[in-house]
């Protein structure tokens, strides 16, 4: 089955620098990659996804890549705030629907 | 306006009791799921439902048995409730298998 690894565990940074979350993943059949935010109480919440026939996407601060051939991705977060801190996962989805996340990152942001 | 809901959103028990937990969402989707996020934070997918079919089982004991009554329910029943079952349960929702998920706000169950 597949196994998604991510890092680091943990992130802190001060606010403004960014902040970069990479993923590996192993099953070759995925081909779609979300990113969560969850906040502390909350569900996860998507904040950006990429499909496996893209290399890059960005929305505002928030970038994601993805190197399909070295089987990884990665989350880049620029200009920090404060309510950026939460904990991220990303995750690895096959045509079959099954997501397989990674052990999320504790992010962070000091004022 | 609520997308993904759950109920009860805590729910404390003993262990050997019978417990459901009920999932409802108002997106028009026709895939949902459970998961269960242990202390460590960890998610796993335990089920996922396509148009009220059973489309992943993963390696759940058979004391959990989801039901979707239809499309817009998912519905979660475990039976003689362990220690171990302690978890933060949670439902979401997709239009197809690969879109975007929709999660409620989780289901904190405790068992004494």
């Known amino acids: 089955g597949e196994n998604v690894e991510q890092h680091p565990s943990t992130l802190s940074v001060q606010e403004g620098d960014s902040a970069v979350i990479k993923c590996t993943y192993s099953?070759?059949?995925?081909?779609?990659f979300p990113w969560y935010k969850q906040e502390l109480g909350k569900g996860p919440q998507l904040i950006i996804d990429?499909?496996?026939?893209?290399g890059e996407k960005k929305d505002q601060r928030i970038a994601v890549t993805l190197n399909k051939t070295a089987k990884h991705f990665s989350l880049h977060i620029t200009e920090t705030q404060p309510e950026d801190s939460a904990v991220y996962f990303c995750?690895?989805?096959?045509?079959?629907?099954?997501?397989?996340f990674g052990d999320g990152t504790t992010l962070t942001v000091k004022p | 306006d609520t997308a993904v809901s759950q109920t009860p959103k805590y729910l404390v028990t003993q262990m050997g009791n019978d417990k459901s937990i009920k999932c409802e969402q108002n997106?028009?989707?026709?895939?949902m799921y459970w998961y269960k996020q242990d202390s460590k934070k960890f998610l796993k997918i335990m089920f996922s439902y396509n148009n009220k079919e059973l489309i992943i089982n993963e390696t759940v004991p058979n004391r959990f048995s989801p039901k979707s009554p239809d499309k817009a329910h998912l519905n979660l029943h475990i039976n003689s409730l362990e220690l171990g079952d302690s978890a933060v349960y949670f439902c979401a929702s997709s239009q197809g298998q690969l879109t975007t998920q929709y999660f409620g706000p989780g289901t904190r169950l405790t068992v004494l």
């Open positions: 997106l028009g989707h026709d895939t």
């Open positions: 099953d070759s059949a995925s081909n779609y």
């Open positions: 990429i499909r496996s026939n893209v």
């Open positions: 995750a690895a989805r096959t045509n079959a629907g099954k997501s397989t």
